[in-house]
């Protein structure tokens, strides 16, 4: 059987492109397995799952508990918000105590970023990132290029460009690196004052006229603005940002090309998109969701087979 190159899913950086293509096609046949009558399989049956959240998540929590649940995994959840980590117990501490119940994966969504590198580092479990603070969040990219591919055919050659708030995004890095590894070419668009300085230095084109960006690519990434994790203010007002980066029905019109628009979520309806662009067939956004429980499948699925090949 083909195996991933990694132990864990830390980053989509720490990934090969055969990593990122055997993803794909495991997860294909999780997409097969998914819209059967009966949507369950065997094939982590001795295996237990930590779904630790410090964060909140709707989408990728509840995505990767179902993805456990389809591939027979015992799982426990937890979440920080009602835990004893408010009682000032450390990470590590927790994450010990979770695992001297027998627990074989741990999928983490951190606040803090390299998050996951640490804990891999410091405990005998395999460590799956669900989002490490503005670091990575490698399965949501590895989704969005798999969304990206199932409607265009393939990667290679393909223009994308990731609009928003750069700067605080965990998306927008993992999307890079994962696109770039698939042949796409990546541009960043967003307001100057959210835009990482040396974004350039990792191969990135960047275009702060939205317009242009659109008549560029094939395929518009919207993000959200992270309000929270925002110290100071990067743009006059919400109004403002609407106008320059809000992507409407008729600026799409105005394109000479369709463009396929996506959102990883949660969307803030009417400024980054309108709800008429979310809601239309240009969007994948509901795709990119369904695309998530096999694309999670496909992860835990690889990450297991290498505690059986090892142990
Ligand atoms: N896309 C994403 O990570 O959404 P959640 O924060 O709801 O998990």
Same mark, same amino acid.
């Given at each position: 059987?083909?195996?991933?190159? =990694?132990?864990?899913? +830390?980053?989509?950086?720490?990934?090969?492109?055969?990593?990122?293509?055997?993803?794909?096609?495991?997860?294909?046949?999780?997409? #097969?397995?998914?819209? *059967?009558?009966?949507?369950?399989?065997?094939? @982590? *049956?001795?295996?237990?799952?930590?779904?630790? !959240?410090?964060?909140?998540?709707?989408?990728?929590?509840?995505? !990767?508990?179902?993805?456990?649940? /389809? +591939?027979?995994?015992?799982? %426990?959840?937890?979440?920080?918000?009602?835990?004893? =980590?408010?009682?000032?117990?450390?990470?590590?501490?927790?994450?010990?105590?979770?695992?001297?119940?027998?627990?074989?994966?741990?999928?983490?969504?951190?606040?803090?970023?390299?998050?996951?590198?640490?804990?891999?580092?410091?405990?005998?479990? /395999?460590?799956?990132?669900? $989002?490490?603070?503005?670091?990575?969040?490698?399965?949501?990219? @590895?989704?969005?290029?798999?969304?990206?591919? #199932?409607?265009?055919? &393939?990667? #290679? $050659?393909?223009?994308?460009?990731?609009?928003?708030?750069? +700067?605080?995004? *965990?998306?927008?890095?993992?999307?890079?690196?994962?696109?770039?590894? @698939? $042949?796409?070419?990546?541009?960043?668009?967003?307001?100057?004052?959210?835009?990482?300085?040396?974004?350039?230095?990792?191969?990135?084109?960047?275009?702060?006229?939205?317009?242009?960006?659109?008549?560029?690519?094939?395929?518009?990434?919207?993000?959200? %603005?992270?309000?929270?994790?925002?110290?100071?203010?990067?743009?006059?007002?919400?109004?403002?940002?609407?106008?320059?980066?809000?992507?409407?029905?008729?600026?799409?019109?105005?394109?000479?090309?369709?463009? %396929?628009?996506?959102?990883? $979520?949660?969307?803030? /309806?009417?400024?980054?998109?309108?709800?008429? =662009?979310?809601?239309?067939?240009?969007?994948?956004?509901?795709?990119?969701?369904?695309?998530?429980?096999?694309?999670?499948?496909? =992860?835990?699925?690889?990450?297991? &087979?290498?505690?059986?090949?090892?142990?």
């Amino acid at each position: 059987m083909d195996q991933l190159s =990694v132990d864990h899913l +830390l980053g989509i950086q720490q990934l090969t492109p055969q990593d990122i293509q055997l993803i794909h096609t495991t997860a294909d046949q999780f997409k #097969e397995v998914i819209n *059967r009558p009966i949507k369950k399989v065997p094939s @982590l *049956r001795d295996i237990t799952i930590a779904n630790l !959240f410090f964060e909140n998540s709707t989408r990728t929590k509840l995505s !990767f508990e179902l993805a456990e649940k /389809r +591939l027979s995994a015992d799982v %426990v959840n937890f979440s920080a918000a009602q835990s004893s =980590v408010k009682k000032g117990e450390t990470l590590i501490d927790t994450v010990n105590n979770i695992l001297a119940m027998k627990v074989d994966i741990v999928v983490m969504r951190h606040p803090n970023p390299g998050a996951g590198v640490f804990l891999s580092k410091h405990i005998n479990a /395999r460590i799956v990132n669900a $989002g490490d603070g503005a670091h990575e969040h490698p399965t949501q990219a @590895l989704l969005d290029s798999y969304s990206i591919k #199932e409607r265009l055919g &393939s990667l #290679e $050659g393909k223009k994308v460009v990731i609009v928003g708030d750069i +700067l605080h995004s *965990r998306v927008a890095l993992s999307n890079i690196y994962c696109l770039q590894k @698939l $042949g796409a070419q990546v541009m960043v668009c967003g307001p100057a004052t959210l835009i990482p300085r040396h974004i350039k230095d990792l191969g990135v084109l960047v275009e702060l006229d939205l317009k242009k960006a659109l008549q560029w690519c094939d395929v518009a990434n919207m993000l959200r %603005v992270q309000n929270e994790r925002m110290d100071i203010s990067y743009f006059p007002s919400v109004r403002e940002y609407v106008q320059q980066y809000g992507v409407t029905r008729k600026l799409l019109d105005s394109l000479d090309k369709e463009i %396929v628009i996506m959102h990883p $979520g949660p969307i803030n /309806r009417g400024v980054e998109i309108t709800s008429e =662009v979310a809601d239309s067939s240009q969007a994948i956004i509901l795709n990119q969701v369904e695309n998530g429980v096999a694309i999670r499948m496909a =992860v835990l699925y690889l990450i297991a &087979s290498k505690i059986q090949h090892h142990d």
